[in-house]
């Protein structure tokens, strides 16, 4: 993932580019052209033996060949280019590798010169970017438990359960402390009676613990919900404590640390410095062959290098002695300015002169093996104690349900597995039918019936052809009736069938009324039984028009009640699915709800830094306004602000102070004594410059490092992601102004739509 760190790197790489015209690869180039493999990494550079080490020309252009070798090996080892800081295990072992070839010849040459420079140069840039990496990392576990111990404040539930997980240790550390404290006292006030009353001492015992324990316990108020309550923000507070430290520290390291951009060289160019300093090669101070900008390259190099290590091994140094007091009691009933002493002194390089290359060996080693080492140790030591409860206090709660559960649940499955299986069998068979009768068909109906291929499944209740036939029956029958009864002709026939067409059997139903008048001798003997018949058929065909046009309406609407079969299946299906993937959303963590609010929390943190920062910078802005118009030159003002700071800085440092010397008893003695009113009066000038504090500068990294780990869970979709970091990149930069940085919080909070007050 990439961080400020990885910018560094690259920035860092660029410089050494242009500080050394590596465009050109003439190291490469010298290398193809002896033979050698520029992979072999330090692995396979030929040692030359002491037998060979004489006065003739071909040894000693042997050794000068293996030296050379071997420091290009050592450069090409320690790659910048690739975007990952490589490891400091690489470093120690390149080191180690170019401190036996030095010890087996000194060539001399301009190009050994560029090659120890260009690799102490990349090996302190390595060891820097290393010690900011983890520093920046060591804060996440912090800010995690911090997290932590802020639920328990916020829930009273998950307080309870933190009480439970830890009854078992309080009870035997109470019980414990009790009865040693108990002991203690009574046999203090056994020794204090006269020798015949000390006859038996459990009897003793016996008499005085009932009085003690009324007196020192029962009779005592204590609030145990209030004393959980404050055991748990005590333990936050330490956190944030050490975490603020460690802010702090990174935040000087990223500002102060190494600086290699050439036009930093070109300023001070005109600035009178020393040749570089002796080496483990002879002859770096260059020869003609050497261009002017190549031998200044080298000496601004070897300044900024024995810079940043006299930087990081103050730090370094400090914050192992500071560690053991951040959390002490004694030193929190001190103001928090007095207490956590400030590291603001510590970024006075002004006294720092140039280390040899052969010492800068021996500090970069010491850093590697012994002063990041210790640091990390006592950072994690001094903040365990105020982590999380154990695994073991946080999941015998759990363990113990979990196997009174299961030893149940096996228990009850054996007993009743016949009814577990027909309770099963009967499950799948229901969700089987009812996938397969209410989603299944009922969608393949609808796509028949879209299709005119339902055939077998329509609404239909009758056939065409029964309706027709009914109707030519009827027509008979009346046409019959009419010609036998009444001798109709052929144009009365043909108007009678239009009329029984039309419904209309009005010459049926007056034959019909008048048989009425004698129904007996109608039946016997007229056309009475005749003409009901026909009536029923009249009626039978009639019943069979109204369920044609019933059948049409149910036609027309089949593809509705269709649907209407399946809607239901389909939106309970829809409703069990989409709660189970918000269900699972949920857990995972990765919806862009949950990312929004995190990310909201963390930008809400940089803005309020940020703002706090940005009122000192007000008011003493209004203070500048002020002097510039008593002065009336805002250049002088300018350069009276400048020269304050390092007047301040000189007054207040060391005058001689050297990075070989002893840094973690004289320099630090010095920094240390340093009063809280200069501190503050450095960081008021710091933010007349729009810089922001140290402290403030590390939180701001550490929460947008936090907003990285958030932001990689982002899509890329339109760039989303790319946009973000870009972003943070202009957060987290130091040379941008408080109110700069201020506008781009606003403009993520108005540009992105996940962070709006709506989600």
């Known amino acids: 993932m990439a961080t400020f760190i990885t910018d560094k790197l690259l920035h860092i790489n660029n410089d050494l580019v242009q500080l050394f015209h590596l465009d050109t690869q003439v190291l490469l180039e010298d290398q193809h052209s002896h033979g050698d493999n520029p992979n072999s990494s330090l692995q396979g550079a030929p040692r030359p033996s002491s037998s060979k080490k004489d006065t003739s020309t071909g040894s000693t252009n042997h050794v000068d060949h293996a030296l050379l070798t071997g420091l290009r090996d050592a ?44 690799f102490l140069a990349k090996a302190t840039a390595t060891v820097y970017l290393n010690l900011l990496d983890i520093i920046l990392n060591a804060t996440l576990p912090l800010t995690k438990e911090m997290e932590y111990w802020q639920s328990l404040l916020d829930s009273s539930s ?29 046999d203090s006030l056994i020794a204090s009676r006269e020798e015949s009353e000390r006859a038996n001492h459990i009897l003793q015992l016996i008499k005085y613990f009932p009085t003690f324990l009324n007196n020192h316990l029962i009779s005592q108020p204590v609030s145990f919900p209030l ?19 460690q802010a702090e520290c990174l ?79 004694q030193q929190q009933k001190v103001s928090s300015r007095k207490a956590t002493r400030s590291l603001t002194m510590l970024g006075n390089l002004q006294g720092v002169s140039n280390i040899n290359n052969n010492e800068m060996l021996t500090h970069l080693k010491n850093l590697i093996t012994v002063h990041i080492p210790r640091y990390v140790e006592e950072t994690e030591n001094q903040a365990r104690q105020f982590h999380r409860p154990s695994w073991l206090s946080r999941i015998w709660i759990p363990a113990l349900i979990g196997y009174f559960g299961l ?91 239009k009329a029984v067409h039309n419904g ?106 940020l703002n706090l920062a940005s009122t000192d910078g007000d008011g003493h802005a209004k203070a500048v306004i002020a002097e510039r118009s ?47 009113v200069t501190c503050e009066k450095l960081d008021r000038i710091r933010a007349k410059k729009g810089k922001v504090p140290y402290k403030t500068q590390g939180l701001i990294l550490c929460e947008v490092h936090l907003l990285r780990t958030f932001a990689a869970r982002l899509t890329r979709h339109e760039g989303l992601r790319d946009k973000v970091l870009e972003d943070l990149r202009e957060i987290e930069e130091s040379s941008l102004t408080v109110h700069q940085r201020l506008r781009t919080t606003e403009r993520m909070y108005r540009t992105y739509g996940f962070l709006g007050l709506h989600n």
């Open 158 to 186: 998950w307080r309870f359960l933190y009480i439970l997980q830890t009854s078992p240790y309080r009870l035997f550390s109470m019980t414990r402390s009790v009865a040693l404290t108990t002991k203690a006292h009574i």
């Open 630 to 676: 008593k002065a009336g030159s805002a250049k002088r003002v300018a350069v009276g602000q400048d020269s304050e700071y390092d007047d301040l800085l000189s007054n207040t440092s060391s005058p001689s102070l050297t990075p070989t010397s002893d840094l973690a008893t004289e320099p630090l003695s010095t920094s240390l004594a340093l009063s809280t």
């Open 75 to 118: 450069v090409e080892f320690l790659d910048l280019r690739s975007g990952a800081v490589p490891p400091m295990e690489r470093v120690l072992s390149a080191i180690q590798k170019v401190e036996a070839l030095a010890g087996a010849g000194s060539p001399d040459g301009d190009e050994a010169a560029k090659l120890e420079h260009l």
């Open 251 to 329: 935040g000087l390291l990223a500002e102060q640390g190494l600086n290699l951009d050439p036009e930093l060289l070109e300023d001070s160019i005109n600035t009178p410095s020393g040749e570089p300093s002796g080496s483990f090669v002879s002859g770096a101070s260059g020869s003609g062959t050497h261009s002017n900008d190549i031998v200044q390259a080298q000496v601004f190099v070897q300044e900024q290098i024995s810079k940043t290590v006299c930087l990081m091994e103050r730090v370094l140094a400090k914050a192992s002695k500071d560690t053991r007091h951040i959390t002490d009691p």
């Open 227 to 245: 004393a959980i309550h404050y055991e748990i923000n005590h333990y936050r507070k330490q956190l944030q404590r050490i975490r603020e430290y």
């Open 407 to 497: 030893k149940y649940s096996v228990q009850y499955i054996s007993e009743h597995r016949a009814d577990l299986d027909d309770m099963l069998e009967e499950a799948w068979d229901t969700a089987r039918r009812f996938v397969t009768d209410w989603v299944w068909e009922p969608s393949v109906r609808i796509m028949n019936i879209i299709r005119h291929s339902d055939d077998q499944g329509s609404l239909q209740m009758l056939g065409n052809e029964s309706l027709k036939s009914d109707i030519a029956s009827l027509e008979r029958m009346v046409l019959a009736f009419g010609k036998d009864n009444y001798n109709l002709g052929a144009e009365e026939l043909e108007a009678l069938s």
């Open 504 to 609: 209309d059997i009005s010459v049926v139903m007056r034959a019909y009324e008048n048989e009425l008048k004698t129904p007996l001798k109608g039946a016997v003997m007229g056309h009475l039984v005749q003409t009901l018949l026909i009536q029923i058929q009249k009626t039978k065909v009639d019943v069979e028009v109204a369920m044609a046009a019933l059948d049409k309406l149910l036609k027309a609407n089949e593809l509705n009640f269709a649907f209407l079969a399946v809607g239901p299946s389909l939106l309970l299906l829809w409703a069990i699915s989409s709660q189970a993937k918000s269900s699972w959303q949920r857990v995972a963590g990765k919806n862009l709800g949950i990312v929004s609010i995190q990310m909201r929390n963390s930008l809400r943190q940089v803005e309020r830094l």
